[in-house]
């Protein structure tokens, strides 16, 4: 499986920015899907995850309420909508496929996209 993520960027605190990611697998509604972020000298957490077929999410405690993922099996597209940004949310973005129903740790997914920056100023 490919990923392909796009829509980063720079933006300032408190507006807002739409990550998709992009994903070559036919049978894409097959695989739960994440999005992970990575800060300079930190490691890289989840940030979201979404299960098959639109079912169950997660959410990291610092992103509730702010961020939401979703995706579009028909179009094999996951996106992550930040709503609410804030500096501390400038990272590296990460898109990623497991061939599970759904994971929340980067352990659990098999297939990673090229990162992304996003910088929140203040």
């Known amino acids: 499986v490919q990923l392909q993520a796009s829509g980063g960027g720079l933006v300032q605190a408190g507006g807002s920015l739409r990550l998709s990611c992009a994903a070559s697998?036919?049978?894409?509604?097959?695989?739960?899907m994440g999005w992970f972020r990575q800060a300079p000298g930190e490691e890289r957490k989840i940030a979201a995850a979404?299960?098959?077929?639109?079912?169950?999410?997660y959410y990291a405690d610092s992103v509730k309420g702010r961020f939401t993922i979703s995706r579009d099996n028909a179009a094999n597209t996951v996106n992550l909508q930040m709503n609410s940004l804030k500096p501390e949310d400038t990272a590296v973005y990460y898109c990623?496929?497991?061939?599970?129903?759904?994971?929340?740790?980067?352990?659990?997914?098999?297939?990673w996209g090229h990162g992304i920056q996003v910088t929140v100023s203040s």
């Open positions: 697998e036919r049978t894409f509604g097959r695989y739960g």
């Open positions: 990623a496929a497991t061939r599970g129903y759904f994971a929340t740790n980067s352990r659990g997914y098999d297939y």
């Open positions: 979404i299960s098959w077929s639109d079912g169950p999410t």
